[in-house]
């Protein structure tokens, strides 16, 4: 069965030998990282039968012969639909909900007890940032604040479950209805989203980027929130204005913001290019990490496992688990 690992993530060295070691089916593989090697795409897609990848771009050369195309992540913002061949189905992975919603506790709980500011000043020794042994300000608590959480699929669930053991009251928006709101009181229609705004001390966005999402936090809606508010960001920077976002940081007009995904990523030319072309770097407020709040080794090991599996399943000829839609 000729697979092809492609592109930044499933072709990535010690991605694709994982999953392979996880397989039992005999499958005959090439691995190509550089989607722009024309040279070696076209004859690739051209045989293969099955794509393990996240990236599927309008200008990709025929593939008449792909039957599934497995991502090794949750969304789909980078597959091209459109011009996926007729009868492809695509299947995604979970098992990193758990992960990044460990992940975003980490980095309220972070922010309420000043915890980052705190130890970089006890290192240098002073003692009175923490309201502590040395006197200072106190730091905050998250017990009993509101949580809003844009996106309540698996990752929102998630967190909700975490945030509520902590004590907070988690509030939501979601695209569509919602039958069991789990740990949350009240969900709102994301139509509605700017009712729950005002409410939050926190505003965690685990959404998926679509047509309704793209800026949906813009500068109207950063100014309905509370100034002390914190944002998180764990599902796509898209879902945020880029400029309103590091004007209402700048400013102070929202407490501070914890992000992990951005709006430009490296590329071969700029291994260490930065995730925006504003310097939210400068800012004191923000909690940067490029885009790692999933990559634990228990999230890590689940994804792989989901991958191997239907690639296990796909040459037996059993159903797929994980399907997103078929072409």
Known sequence: MKTVFLGSFGARPGVWEAILAKTTEKLDVSVLFDLDD????????????IVVSHIWKKDFPAAPRVKLL?????????????????????????????????????????????????????RGGVWSTGGGAGGGPTHGEIMGKTVGIVGYGKIGREVAKRAVGFGCT??????????????????????EIDRMLPRCDAVVI??????????????????????????????????TDEEALFAALRDGRIGGAAIDV????????????????????ELPSVIMTPHCSSATDGARDRRFSTVAGNLDRYVRGQPLTNVVLTT
């Not at 951005?262 to 770097?281: K, V």
């Open 38 to 49: 024309a040279q070696r795409l076209i004859p690739l897609l051209a045989d293969a039968e």
């Open 70 to 122: 497995q991502s090794v992540a949750a969304g789909l913002d980078l597959i091209d639909v459109p011009s996926l061949p007729a009868g492809v189905t695509v299947c995604n992975v979970s098992g990193h909900e758990q992960a990044i919603a460990e992940y975003v506790l980490m980095t309220m709980l972070a922010w309420q007890h000043r915890l980052i500011d705190i130890v970089a000043a006890f």
């Open 262 to 281: 951005w709006w430009q990523y490296p590329t071969a030319a700029e291994p260490n290019r930065r995730g925006s072309r504003l310097p939210f770097h």
């Open 206 to 239: 685990a959404a998926g980027l679509g047509p309704e999402t793209r800026e949906l936090i813009d500068a109207r809606r950063l100014a309905l929130m509370k100034p002390s508010a914190f944002l998180v960001n764990i599902g796509r920077a898209g879902i």
């Open 170 to 191: 988690v509030i939501a928006a979601n695209r569509s209805p919602v039958a069991d709101r789990g740990e949350a009181s009240e969900i709102y229609p994301l139509a």
